[in-house]
């Protein structure tokens, strides 16, 4: 599995309808058949900052994501939002989606 995590710093004006403006991008991602997950979250830290944690199934499942339209027509808008440039992280790993972590589970009620 690709997996694949990017921090967006998003200009302050546009960091409130930031997951609005990327809905559409997203939900195509979605429906990609090599996409295993494409997940939003804020960060804590600065508000002004998105990361998403992505994977897909392969190196040619992420080439096919980086080559479709929705991906195309993000990135000749995202430019105007972002204050910087995105830091990413990407890595193959050996796993096919997410697994139970071992060091935590719920107490038995």
Do not use: C
């Amino acid at each position: 599995m690709i997996l694949i995590n990017v921090k967006f710093p998003v200009r302050p004006e546009y960091s409130e309808d930031w997951l609005a403006r990327v809905e559409e991008f997203t939900r195509a991602t979605r429906q990609e058949p090599g996409n295993v997950f494409f997940e939003w979250s804020r960060s804590v830290e600065d508000p002004n900052t998105f990361v998403l944690i992505e994977a897909f199934k392969d190196g040619q499942a992420g080439e096919a994501h980086v080559n479709s339209e929705h991906f195309q027509t993000a990135m000749a808008w995202m430019p105007e939002l972002i204050s910087a440039t995105p830091q990413i992280i990407n890595a193959e790993i050996p796993a096919e989606d997410w697994g139970p972590m071992g060091e935590l589970s719920p107490r038995e009620s």
